[in-house]
């Protein structure tokens, strides 16, 4: 994985909106499936050996998705309070 700031790499990917990039994580696969938000964070942490539970949850537990994507807005929009918690 290689990780990028969206400002350096927005360019190369015209169908995301510049506000989009501002307010989530981005994962773009060689394949061109893209990931965004907790489901992008979810596949990333996916690839770290004993780490696709989260994954497997996001895709299969009822409204762990929809609750993971609400937890992940509200901290982004947060995100210089959740760093001092952090």
Do not use: K
Request: aromatic residues 14%.
């Amino acid at each position: 994985i290689e990780y990028q700031p969206w400002q350096a790499v927005a360019a190369r990917y015209p169908t995301v909106p510049v506000e989009d990039f501002a307010r989530a994580i981005y994962l773009f696969e060689p394949d061109g499936r893209m990931h965004r938000g907790a489901a992008a964070a979810f596949e990333v942490l996916a690839r770290v050996p004993g780490r696709s539970l989260w994954r497997r949850a996001y895709r299969g537990v009822p409204g762990f998705a929809a609750l993971s994507e609400a937890a992940y807005a509200f901290v982004a929009r947060h995100r210089v309070a959740a760093a001092r918690v952090g």
